[in-house]
């Protein structure tokens, strides 16, 4: 089993992010994210990337989504709809379902994936090893690049932050 | 709008399309796309009714789904070619998923559906925006990718784009909905050209700019959004009716004024590329969208339109100053004899 863990942990990955695609109440479909974060730091962390791994638990679920958890607290209806309340969210949930299943198939009878182009497995992150200062794995050098050569990216990314704020303030506002 | 709030979401607007037109990694134009979407969401909502937020909640629609398949095309890049400069694509697949991803952007056949609805909902200023800046960004990106272009299905986009612009703008009496469609077949013209000649997109983009400020810049002027309201420009300002005639004859690109400049650019390069059938069908479907234009003129500088008594004695609390008509007037018509000029712009 181990050596398709990454492919198990990407099928529990899709058929969550189907989970709240299909749109149950807000609440259901934070409880799918935590899930789809945890398999999708566990996936990273089969390539090697220990440290991305551990910034999407804390980050993203424990800082993010918790914001997101409180605030839909806050906001809910009194009869959430669930998966199986409503006849669209169950026969879309199903439908992704299904589609996952015939994919899953076809990727276990060929080696590789051939719909639009072919894919048949990606690389791990490259591990380099100075002989005095010891081992540097790839993904910690890139966030170590993004504050330091990658500078416009935080500036740029910030300010996108900052005017996403402001816009969803001015829109909420109204008139 | 607070307007220290608003002056900071139109800047970010304009950074937006900056970063678009000067990032060499294709993440950073992506990024820039997505700002530039986010930022222009409250400006399309300035006026706060349901018909605004129907609006500007289908731009977001359309143009999020253009952004994540633009992604997509990216990604399918990087996986095979290794890196993430934007010089050419260098998958087939890539380049038709980011073809069509910017012509969801740009709004042409067959992703044209959006734009007469949101121009529609939306104030005439914000709907300036929406039909001029909005379109630099795509275009700029179509232009770099341009060597890796599929022709086929490029040439298939613009002059269906061409059609539906002038076809579905016959039907109308509002004016948005006429800029919209008049918006549609421009792009259609501009991508026409763009695998040939890159040069003349520039171009085309550069006048039709002109002349769509202009005309918005007219309806401001005289507050008017139907035809009706359009044709009552003689009771309000006299002059304003000789100059929407002529822009709109311009728009139409009708020789001696400067929208016949790109037109005739466009076909002598089609035309030098030994493709006759394509420019002639062209030209002909631009001929629908001159009929809707010489109607709005007709109606309103050619004819004192009927109307009930009350019409007739029109007043206003005080005249909108535009800034920049005279100047944008005088460029959307009187270009054409500096066409010799086009060789600065390789």
Request: hydrophobic share 35%; aromatic share 16%.
């Given at each position: 089993m181990m050596t398709y863990i990454v492919f198990i942990l990407s099928v529990i990955f899709v058929v969550s992010f189907v989970g709240f695609s299909s749109k149950p109440s807000p609440i259901y479909g934070g409880l799918v994210l935590i899930v789809s974060g945890g398999v999708g730091c566990g996936i990273i962390m089969n390539f090697g990337g220990s440290f991305l791994g551990l910034m999407v638990f804390l980050?993203?679920?424990?800082?993010m989504l918790v914001v997101f958890g409180y605030t839909t607290a806050m906001a809910t209806e009194q009869y959430p709809e669930v998966w199986v309340s409503n006849t669209t969210v169950m026969g879309v949930f199903l439908l992704g379902l299904l589609m996952e299943v015939m994919l899953v198939l076809y990727v276990l009878k060929s080696e590789e994936v051939g719909v639009v182009f072919k894919f048949s497995g990606v690389g791990d992150w490259a591990i380099y090893d100075t002989g005095d200062s010891g081992v540097f794995s790839e993904e910690i050098m890139g966030v170590a690049a993004l504050y330091s050569y990658g500078a416009w990216v935080v500036i740029v990314t910030g300010w996108s932050l900052l005017v996403g704020v402001l816009v969803i303030l001015e829109v909420t506002r109204g008139g | 709008m607070n307007p220290l709030i608003f002056t900071t979401i139109l800047m970010t607007v304009l950074l937006g399309t900056m970063i678009v037109m000067m990032s060499s990694h294709w993440l950073m134009i992506w990024i820039g796309f997505e700002m530039n979407l986010l930022a222009i969401i409250p400006i399309l909502m300035k006026k706060y009714n349901p018909r605004t937020m129907e609006a500007s909640t289908k731009y977001f629609l359309t143009q999020a789904t253009a952004s994540m398949l633009l992604m997509m095309a990216i990604i399918i890049n990087l996986m095979h070619s290794g890196q993430w400069t934007i010089t050419k694509v260098f998958n087939p697949t890539a380049s038709i998923i980011m073809t069509s991803a910017l012509a969801m952007k740009l709004g042409l056949t067959p992703f044209h559906f959006w734009v007469p609805e949101v121009t529609q909902g939306i104030s005439l200023t914000s709907g300036l925006i929406l039909l001029t800046?909005?379109?630099?960004a795509p275009m700029s990106i179509l232009y770099q990718i341009s060597p890796s272009i599929n022709l086929n299905i490029l040439l298939t986009m613009a002059v269906l784009s061409i059609l539906v612009g002038g076809w579905g703008g016959l039907?109308?009496?509002q004016l948005r909905k006429i800029m919209a469609y008049s918006s549609i077949a421009h792009m259609g013209w501009m991508t026409a050209v763009l695998v040939y000649n890159p040069t003349l997109t520039m171009l085309n983009m550069l006048i039709y700019i002109m002349m769509t400020l202009t005309m918005f810049m007219l309806f401001i002027h005289s507050s008017s959004t139907t035809t009706l309201s359009l044709s009552h420009t003689w009771n309000k300002t006299p002059l304003t009716t000789t100059l929407i005639l002529i822009t709109l004859l311009s728009m139409g690109g009708l020789?001696?004024?400067?929208?016949?400049m790109p037109k005739w650019m466009i076909i002598q390069e089609l035309t030098k590329n030994s493709s006759i059938i394509l420019p002639t069908l062209m030209a002909i479907m631009a001929l629908l969208n001159l009929y809707f234009y010489m109607r709005l003129t007709y109606s309103t500088s050619l004819t004192m339109f009927p109307s009930t008594n009350n019409m007739k004695m029109k007043w206003q609390f005080e005249t909108k100053r535009i800034t920049l008509l005279p100047p944008l007037i005088v460029m959307s018509s009187l270009l054409l004899p500096l066409t010799p000029m086009l060789s600065i712009l390789d």
């Open positions: 980050i993203y679920l424990g800082g | 800046w909005q379109k630099l039907n109308q009496t020789p001696p004024l400067s929208g016949f």
